[in-house]
C-alpha cells in the first residue's frame, strides 16, 4: 500500500523559510516523480515545482521560480520543498503527488497517482 505523508507547514513571517517534508513508502526508491501543489482559499489548486524520480530535474512555476527549492533525498525516499523569501501571498495549503509513470503536464493533477494531505503554510506580513 502506497502512503505519501506531508509536514513542515506553519507560520512564518514574510522574509521567512520554511521546508516541507513528503515521504513516500509503499514504491521502489526510484520510481516517483513528484510534485508540489498549493491552493489558496478561492482559487484553483496551483502546480508549482516538480522534480524527477532521479532528483536530476527540476521545474518551477514563475510564482516561486528563484525562491522554492525541490530536492530528494534519494537515501530515504523524502522530497523536499525549500520555501525562502516567503511573502503573504504563499499562504495555501501545500501538498505533494507521485507519479510512478509520466504522462502529459507536470502541472495537471489527473498527471498524478498518489496525494498526500495537505499542509498549511501561513506567512504573515
Known amino acids: 500500500q502506497v502512503h505519501v505523508v506531508v509536514s513542515g507547514g506553519g507560520l512564518v513571517q514574510a522574509g521567512g523559510s520554511l521546508r516541507l517534508s513528503c515521504a513516500v513508502s509503499?514504491?521502489?526508491?526510484?520510481?516517483?516523480?513528484m510534485g508540489w501543489f498549493r491552493q489558496a482559499p478561492g482559487t484553483e489548486p496551483e502546480a508549482i515545482a516538480y522534480i524527477t524520480s532521479d532528483g536530476r530535474y527540476t521545474f518551477y512555476a514563475d510564482s516561486v521560480e528563484g525562491r522554492f527549492t525541490a530536492s530528494k533525498d534519494n537515501a530515504k525516499t523524502t522530497f523536499y520543498l525549500q520555501m525562502n523569501d516567503l511573502k503573504p501571498a504563499d499562504t495555501a495549503i501545500y501538498s505533494c503527488?507521485?507519479?510512478?509513470?509520466?504522462?502529459?503536464?507536470?502541472?495537471?493533477?489527473?498527471?498524478?497517482?498518489?496525494w498526500g494531505q495537505g499542509t498549511q503554510v501561513t506567512v504573515s506580513s
Open positions: 503527488a507521485a507519479r510512478i509513470r509520466v504522462r502529459g503536464s507536470w502541472k495537471e493533477k489527473p498527471n498524478y497517482d498518489y
Open positions: 509503499g514504491l521502489a526508491d526510484d520510481a516517483s516523480n
